[in-house]
């Protein structure tokens, strides 16, 4: 069975080509700068790059782990089948105020109309997953759209990369040069013998040969599922668009390089830590933060997460806690 819906979208453009939308009684338009965002009890505007970056990761990860927050105002909470979204929830100044917002919806009818406005407001010049310095302007008025890009499927192998169907497109000739900051990588696959009848079962690849191909930032792509245990590296350059207020804990590796981690309190936004990750570098980020990373250099992160079901409500009652270990 197909679900019809009809996303909310002006008859016409406004003066500078883009069309406005509605959710509930959210309503969003764009200028040639701005993204604007008004509800009943307020509103809200945001430098449209940063609000296209935020909205691709939102859209791409189909709304992620806990909460999406695309700066200290506006953004979404995952319920798994339904999604919230909020003005002002967890910024404590809004909460004072009662000028906070919120509404419930299903994700079928939030996931078609954010892919709309992706869709309507991210012109040809633009990758929202690029890092600044490989795409063009997000500004200006409406020129053409690059839903190539915005559509983009999040990588996900079909079996552990490196087997024969592995369905990981990874060569130059399939379009993934190594990206310039990763030169220096070397490409040499592993040499590994197999005993003879288990040619489809074993295999071994570079990790790093393999990340310094992607040609994305910031989107972490799952390459091993062991039960409930994602393996989700990812390559980072510039700022990570979106601030996660995670509803589990979620560990990083830092493979490569450095990101200076912003940690804060999930619900308040209250400064909680600033932590550098140099290469090698293991940390678990606990459930009850909101995190934002900062990578000057282009690096390797791997993001090992616990995908179970059960853990949100764990934790959310008290039954399992915010943070990973007791030593
Ligand atoms: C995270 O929120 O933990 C996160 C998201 C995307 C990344 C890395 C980390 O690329
Ligand atoms: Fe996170």
Redesign the pocket.
């Known amino acids: 069975m197909t679900i019809q819906f009809d996303v909310e979208r002006s008859a016409g453009q406004n003066a500078d080509g883009y069309h406005e939308f509605r959710l509930g009684e959210f309503s969003f338009r764009r200028d040639e700068f701005f993204a604007y965002i008004t509800w009943p009890t307020g509103s809200h505007m945001m430098s449209v790059d940063a609000f296209l970056r935020a909205l691709q990761r939102d859209v791409a990860w189909d709304f992620f782990y806990g909460i999406v927050n695309f700066d200290g105002v506006f953004g979404t909470v995952n319920h798994y089948g339904t999604v919230d979204i909020f003005a002002g929830r967890y910024n404590d100044s809004y909460r004072k105020a009662e000028l906070d917002y919120s509404e419930n919806v299903e994700t079928l009818v939030i996931r078609e109309t954010f892919k709309a406005v992706l869709s309507d407001w991210t012109n040809e010049s633009f990758d929202p997953f690029a890092s600044p310095h490989e795409t063009g302007s997000a500004f200006g008025v409406k020129n053409g759209n690059n839903d190539a890009a915005v559509t983009r499927q999040r990588v996900a192998a079909e079996r552990m990369v490196g087997l024969p169907n592995d369905q990981q497109p990874r060569t130059t000739e399939a379009g993934y040069p190594v990206n310039r900051m990763f030169a220096d990588v070397d490409q040499t696959e592993p040499v590994v013998e197999v005993e003879p009848g288990f040619e489809d079962e074993v295999a071994a690849f570079s990790l790093f040969a393999y990340l310094s191909r992607s040609n994305v930032t910031?989107?972490?792509s799952v390459v091993s599922v062991c039960k409930d245990s994602l393996a989700c590296p990812?390559t980072?350059e510039y700022i990570?668009p979106i601030v996660?207020g995670n509803d589990r804990v979620?560990w990083f590796i830092q493979l490569s390089d450095e990101i200076t981690w912003d940690v804060e309190d999930r619900d308040t936004g209250a400064v909680r830590s600033r932590v550098v990750m140099k290469a090698g570098d293991v940390s678990a980020?606990p459930a009850d933060i909101r995190?934002q990373?900062y990578s000057p250099k282009r690096s390797m992160?791997l993001?090992w997460e616990n995908n179970s079901g059960a853990i949100p409500e764990a934790i959310a009652s008290g039954n399992a806690p915010t943070y990973p270990v007791e030593f």
Do not use: A, D, K, S
Request: hydrophobic share 40%.
């Open positions: 910031w989107n972490p990812t980072e990570l996660h979620e980020m995190h990373g992160l993001v």
